[in-house]
Nanobody, 115 residues
Framework: QVQLVESGGGLVQAGGSLRLSCAAS????????MGWSRQAPGKQRELVANITRDGITNYVDSVKGRFTISRAIGKNTVYLQMNSLKPEDTAVYYCAASKIATVYWGRGTQVTVSP
């Protein structure tokens, strides 16, 4: 079993920055992938960014150049640095991890970007 705990959400004005953290209960090298998804009201959850065990990163087009996913292996933590935030980035952000064909989710953290 893998527990994921997100932190760092909040309210920010457009153009501002936030950093989300996701602390895993296991050594993150045992996880094939870790990532961040988001779900806005009335919309489907979408993958925002992920990082593989080998350190390869991927981003959805709408956040490329603004968001950066990174990890601190010794802390078993993955981060999402979000810069130049836009109102359309408002959503609940969920941390996710995959291991042996199972996907684990955190409870989510709210990010609200005001105009």
């Amino acid at each position: 079993q893998v527990q994921l705990v997100e932190s760092g959400g909040g309210l920010v004005q457009a153009g501002g920055s936030l950093r989300l953290s996701c602390a895993a209960s296991v050594n993150i090298f045992t996880l094939e992938n870790m990532g961040w998804s988001r779900q806005a009201p009335g919309k489907q959850r979408e993958l925002v960014a992920n990082i593989t065990r080998d350190g390869i990163t991927n981003y959805v087009d709408s956040v490329k150049g603004r968001f950066t996913i990174s990890r601190a292996i010794g802390k078993n933590t993955v981060y999402l640095q979000m810069n130049s935030l836009k109102p359309e980035d408002t959503a609940v952000y969920y941390c996710a991890a995959s291991k042996i064909a199972t996907v684990y989710w955190g409870r989510g953290t709210q990010v609200t970007v005001s105009p």
